[in-house]
Every structure is written in structure tokens, then in C-alpha cells.
């Protein structure tokens, strides 16, 4: 479908991204922080940057949230 549709003005949150990441994808320093976690969650920008990692999907979410922002999930 090609239809075009208008996007709301005014008060949209700018998205972010939420994605599984495994723990040995991150810097060792990281990993030590982690104390054994195999999975986190990171929280990206709509540009790509990481902005948060978290070791939950749902507080990812939640903390997305809480700084008026809108989480998508990315697999």
C-alpha cells in the first residue's frame, strides 16, 4: 500500500530503538560490569547512537518512556 498519510505535528517524542545485544558484542570493561549477564538491551537513537543498555526488555521500555521518548522494538 502507497498511500500517503499525514504525520502529527507538535508534541511527537522522537523514537528510539530497542534491541537485543549479547554481552560478548561489548567491550571487556563493560562485560566485567555486567557480572554475568549473556543478554542486555540497548537503547539507540533514531540516528543509531547507543544511549542506554539495560539488562531488561521491559525497563528498557520503561526508561524509554520515562524520558518522553518512543520505543520501538528492533530484532
Given at each position: 500500500?502507497?498511500?500517503?498519510h499525514?504525520?502529527?505535528?507538535?508534541?511527537?517524542?522522537?523514537?528510539?530503538?530497542?534491541?537485543?545485544?549479547?554481552?560478548?558484542?561489548?567491550?571487556?570493561?563493560?562485560?566485567?560490569?555486567?557480572?554475568?549477564?549473556?543478554?542486555?538491551?540497548?537503547?539507540?537513537?533514531?540516528?543509531?547512537?547507543?544511549?542506554?543498555?539495560?539488562?531488561?526488555?521491559?525497563?528498557?521500555?520503561?526508561?524509554a518512556?520515562?524520558?518522553?521518548?518512543?520505543?520501538?522494538?528492533?530484532?
Amino acid at each position: 500500500m502507497n498511500s500517503k498519510h499525514p504525520l502529527p505535528e507538535g508534541d511527537t517524542q522522537p523514537i528510539v530503538y530497542v534491541r537485543p545485544v549479547d554481552v560478548t558484542e561489548l567491550p571487556d570493561d563493560v562485560q566485567r560490569e555486567l557480572q554475568g549477564a549473556t543478554r542486555v538491551y540497548a537503547i539507540h537513537h533514531e540516528e543509531g547512537e547507543r544511549m542506554a543498555l539495560v539488562t531488561d526488555r521491559t525497563m528498557a521500555f520503561v526508561l524509554a518512556r520515562q524520558n518522553d521518548l518512543t520505543p520501538v522494538s528492533v530484532h
